[in-house]
Nanobody
Framework: QGQLVESGGGLVQAGGSLRLSCGASGSIFRTSTMGWYRQAPGKQRELVAGITRGGTTNYADAVKGRFTISRDNAKNTVYLQMNSLKPEDTAVYYC???????????WGQGTQVTVSS
């Protein structure tokens, strides 16, 4: 689909940090609740963090206090700052944009995050 473009994944040691970015067109970004999901091998895709158009955030219990989601409305970009990374955070991370009333539901291509012990 190409509506969302992610960047920032990579390999990091446990305890390290990474920042993921996801850019979208203005028309999509302005009307979307944005989220980050992840999928580890053999597991279902799960919500990591979400942020509404108004800036309200929510987090999975496993990442609370370590990850921060934010959005820059001027740059049409959502970020996921990941600190104190653990090996269990290893997964493909996906950006998601859901429009008002779910008129659209877009996914990024995914970016690999690998945390070594």
């Amino acid at each position: 689909q190409g509506q969302l473009v992610e960047s920032g994944g990579g390999l990091v040691q446990a305890g390290g940090s990474l920042r993921l970015s996801c850019g979208a067109s203005g028309s999509i970004f302005r009307t979307s609740t944005m989220g980050w999901y992840r999928q580890a091998p053999g597991k279902q895709r799960e919500l990591v963090a979400g942020i509404t158009r108004g800036g309200t955030t929510n987090y999975a219990d496993a990442v609370k206090g370590r990850f921060t989601i934010s959005r820059d409305n001027a740059k049409n970009t959502v970020y996921l700052q990941m600190n104190s990374l653990k090996p269990e955070d290893t997964a493909v991370y996906y950006c998601n944009a859901v429009g008002i009333g779910r008129v659209f539901d877009y996914w990024g291509q995914g970016t690999q995050v690998t945390v070594s012990s």
